[in-house]
């Protein structure tokens, strides 16, 4: 049986929806396949994200990820909205999840550090619901 496949979509795939890309693959591959993606395309991944998953997890998500159009991701089984404060993007899934996360594009370390340590634990829940 093949894994589920699962979607993290914002608008501009530069932030949140990269970290939990980059998280799910660090720590919950065995669980489902994991893309992101967004509407819109930034330029590359916002740097700030870069530096503090780089710090927090070694992990340089400039080396496996880019911006991705929702056009760019295969067909998935589950969306999760990273909580966009304006309309989401749509995607066709069979499941669905609005995580509601502040965007920390411009704030301080500290409050990327919580939306990233928020975005590890809502990875930790889903790997568990579909494991």
């Known amino acids: 049986m093949s894994k589920p496949k699962v979607a993290f979509i914002c608008v501009h795939n530069s932030c949140r929806s990269q970290i939990a890309e980059a998280l799910a693959k ?3 591959a065995d669980a489902f396949e994991s893309y992101s993606a967004g509407t819109q ?6 740097p700030d994200a870069v530096r503090m998953m780089k710090r927090l997890y070694n992990i340089d998500m400039e080396e496996s990820q880019r911006p991705k159009l929702l056009s760019d991701i295969p067909p998935v089984d589950v ?4 909580g966009c404060n304006v309309e989401c993007p749509y995607l066709s899934c069979r499941r ?3 995580w509601g996360l502040p965007d920390p594009t411009g704030k301080s370390d500290a409050e990327f550090i919580s939306v990233i ?6 990875i930790a829940e889903l790997a568990g619901s579909l494991r």
């Open 41 to 46: 395309l930034k330029d590359r991944i916002n």
């Open 26 to 28: 660090h720590f919950a």
């Open 79 to 82: 969306v999760v909205t990273m």
């Open 117 to 122: 340590r928020a975005i590890e634990t809502k």
């Open 96 to 98: 669905r999840e609005d």
